[in-house]
DNA sequence: TCTGATATTGATAATGAATCTCTTTATTAT
DNA sequence: ATAATAAAGAGATTCATTATCAATATCAGA
């Protein structure tokens, strides 16, 4: 089955989809790109949401080829993975820059933020101990605005 | 089998331990208390290191003891689970505030810190969102300072 | 356009961490 | 010491994720 054409709002992710693909000689599937629509459609998805999303078309994909492909998105950058409960939830990071969340544990809500001065002062204890950030991870949890006050 | 003596070392963790179990009618039992000294021996420890380091033991203890009495050890605030890698690891909280952590993703050291300033800017980003922080995650990723530099 | 090499898919088996079940054993109040 | 029952241990079970492998789809080259 050839891949259909994307929508206008998602070519470039389609085209740094198929850039990835290009360079390491995998192939370009309507899988991968039905996959890769669906993600960008949702936000902080687990790959049962996407599955679940995708058993109403046809052909049939399967759960495995949603975990492979999720993959192939953190590789390429598109995506990256969040361990917020007990599933990985997979974040789209195409357009967004680096942030980091706040999750209320009442109702699920997750908040994006991103705040440069912690990032700094991470830096600086970094150097303090002479250690080399390539990463990081900031999560706060507790009740978001609506949850706050309620029983 | 009568619960052993404890070293002098531990007695305050054991007395919090015991403290917890009397105040919710749970028992004293020699399996609970050899994995809480197990526990204080060892930094950011997974079920399986302990159940590990105790197979050499007589008598054997089950890896379900030990998951329970770890879940045992979190509940009366010994212990904080942490999930760096792909397993959990338990923390000893005992006679150390809360803390964060960098972990280094070449030879697996880990440093603990604590840092105000970053807190408060927490505190910060949190009330403009109207969100209570109750708890929080940061986890710095990279290279250690002898790892630093080597291939 | 057709073909062959091979990457990908999907069904299902396998894995691994963590929990549950259930029988036996240990603890504790009386 | 005894009875009531909490806990232990062995092993089954769960659940998310990965591996296996035969069938299928892709794509470079004829
Ligand atoms: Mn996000
Ligand atoms: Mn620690
Ligand atoms: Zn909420
Ligand atoms: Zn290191």
């Known amino acids: ?3 259909r054409p994307a929508k206008k709002s998602i070519r470039n992710e389609i085209a740094i989809l198929r850039e990835h ?4 000689e995998l192939r370009v599937t309507s899988q991968r790109e039905i ?6 459609k949702m936000e902080h998805v687990t790959a ?10 046809t052909p049939h994909i399967g759960l495995a080829t949603i975990y492979r492909t ?21 974040d789209n990071v195409s357009h967004k820059g680096h942030h980091d969340h706040m999750i209320c544990t009442q109702c699920g809500t997750i908040i ?6 912690i990032e700094k002062l991470q830096e600086e204890v970094a150097r303090r101990h002479k250690f080399h950030i390539t990463t990081h991870k900031l999560e706060l949890y507790g009740q ?8």
Not at 21 to 24: C, K, N, P, R, V
Not at 35 to 40: K, P, Q
Not at 70 to 90: I, K, P, W, Y
Not at 112 to 117: H, L, M, P, R
């Open 1 to 3: 089955m050839a891949a």
């Open 21 to 24: 693909l290009a360079q390491h």
């Open 35 to 40: 996959i890769l629509e669906t993600f960008l």
């Open 48 to 57: 049962e949401q996407i599955y679940h999303e995708l058993t109403k078309r």
């Open 70 to 90: 999720l993959n192939l998105l953190c590789e390429c950058g598109l995506a990256q993975q969040r361990h917020f409960g007990t599933q990985t939830h997979f």
């Open 112 to 117: 994006e933020f991103e705040n440069c001065d």
């Open 144 to 151: 978001c605005s609506t949850c706050h006050g309620k029983a």
